[in-house]
């Protein structure tokens, strides 16, 4: 009963102290309504700016990196013991990484071509430039895809069961498919984790494009598209929720 009575006691006060918040934003956003309009322009001017030169160094970095991050796992996969398993976790961890770096660098740079292509005529001057950068875009893309296929391939050097190709549409059903129960786990807890961590940033995103619209007279769009990514989210999930778990 007294876990119960927490519980309620901790709810009504996050309700209040989110109605205070709420209140304090709405003030802010009137009195900057009132005011003068925040004038965020020249940063984001000076960014689209220099975001050729971002896209460009950041896939050189990103590239050199997961490279040699590929070719240390390759090199001791040539050469490691089967039943060394600290070995093969190392080697393991390497991937990983390199999964990382490339699923990133995928974002950074969908990120940076769109501020690139933005700012297009701030850079017509420079025409070279431009075409570097979209160029380094389309590098981007085709060495992300080739990596992740050899670090896959080398996961499924030790792990026979693994089956999938990168380049098959269907490659995550079949990866997962192919997954042991505590992988499937791993993999299925780290989804939901993303679910409720995503359902948080909508939230913030909500806020910010609702106090842009009301004291920057910001386009109602943005506030459209926070309304899809989080209505999708949880259509997706009230959906697959009910799926059929096939138990082997």
């Not at 991937?95 to 660098?105: G, V």
């Amino acid at each position: 009963m007294n876990k119960k009575k927490s519980i309620t006691i901790k709810f009504f006060v996050t309700v209040l102290l989110s109605t205070i918040l709420g209140g304090i934003v709405g003030v802010i956003t009137m009195r900057i309504q009132r005011g003068h309009k925040l004038d965020f322009s020249t940063i984001f001017n000076g960014f689209k700016f220099i975001a050729p030169y971002l896209l460009i160094a950041y896939t050189v970095i990103a590239f050199i990196c997961a490279l040699y991050i590929l070719s240390r796992a390759r090199s001791m996969a040539k050469t490691v013991d089967p039943e060394d398993y600290d070995s093969i976790d190392i080697i393991m961890e390497k991937l990983e990484k390199i999964l990382s770096i490339t699923n990133f660098t995928m974002i950074i740079s969908f990120f940076l071509f769109t501020a690139t292509s933005h700012g297009a005529t701030l850079v017509k001057s420079n025409f070279p430039l431009f075409i570097a950068s979209m160029v380094a875009f389309v590098f981007t893309l085709t060495w992300i895809v080739v990596l992740q296929s050899k670090a896959v391939n080398i996961i499924k050097q030790f792990n026979e069961e693994k089956e999938g190709e990168v380049l098959d549409l269907k490659f995550k059903d079949v990866w997962i498919k192919s997954c042991d129960e505590a992988e499937k786990y791993q993999i299925y807890k780290a989804g939901y984790h993303a679910f409720s961590e995503a359902n948080i940033v909508c939230i913030i995103l909500w806020i910010i494009a609702h106090m842009s619209c009301m004291a920057q007279g910001a386009n109602f769009m943005s506030a459209v598209f926070v309304f899809i990514i989080w209505a999708t989210l949880n259509i997706s999930y009230i959906i697959h929720s009910k799926d059929k778990i096939e138990v082997e």
